[in-house]
């Protein structure tokens, strides 16, 4: 049994490790650590664990105590972390903020289905992004093939929920702003664009096409739905099958010869993609959820390969039927 260890406990991104990590059948959580929650039972901040675990968030976090150290604090804060603590040399970390996502003090960027054996063999793994995740998954397999344009552009529209804005409140997260309403925020300005073009390159190192990604606040919850197109040469039998063999051994990474929606995977580790051909062009649908298969869950499968184990061991997670 391995023990696990969680800083910045008070998030929607450490609620959703807490739901999935209490049921795990092989690690025991040993603290949940938030300084503005100290004492306070954790189920008074996830309410959605009542009934479920006694766990009290703690302002003390023994690193010398733990086997597997989770950072779920805001970004920026990981680094400040590693300023202020000394980090015992067996212990294993997975950040889930963008700190180190460009792989400096040994990070290895977590995604799973480009970098699995790194993965396996690491002691610090540097979780991917949301958006980064839907959008990288829904170009790896043309990446490897060569096939993303060279000079040309990749055109990508996302939609995600609220919770990808964090916990706390802000004006275009309050449910009267967000509610029956869609906008666009940071377009072709993301920050995750850094690290879907890191990824590419290292299996196309001469792409160098504009990714015009226009993300979009959703009226919903949680999820994200990403719309790629770019010119393709292939036929779309051709394509599918490019999709469908990169993706064989990927167990959450599903592709569908049918069109998606976002609910086939909020609430889920899966990430669904379908894609099609128009013309010249190429249209891929990638649907995640962005707290589980874009964070959390993500994880712990992450969590789950360093460990030897099946990648879905606790991660047996399923859609609502409506």
Known sequence: MKKIGIIGGAGYTAGELLRLLINHPEVSIEFVHSTSNAGKPITDVHQGLLGETDIVFSDAHPLEDIDILFLCSA???SKKFWEENERPGSLKVIDLAQDFRDESNGYVYGLPELQLEKIANA??????????TALQLSLLPLAKAHLLPEHGEINITALTGSTGAGVKPGATT??????DNISVYKPFTHQHLIEINASLNKLQPDHSAAINFVPMRGDFARGIFAVTTLDCPLTEDEVSA???NFYKDAPFTIVSGKPIDLKQAVNTNKAILHVE????????TCAIDNLLKGASGQAVQNMNIMLGMDQRTGL???????
């Open 123 to 132: 002691d610090s793994i540097a979780n991917p992004g949301c958006f980064a």
């Open 277 to 284: 051909k128009h013309g010249n062009k190429v249209l891929v």
């Open 75 to 77: 970004h920026g804060q």
């Open 242 to 244: 490019l999709y469908s």
């Open 316 to 322: 047996h997670l399923k859609p609502s039927a409506f």
């Open 174 to 179: 309050h449910f009267s702003w967000r509610n």
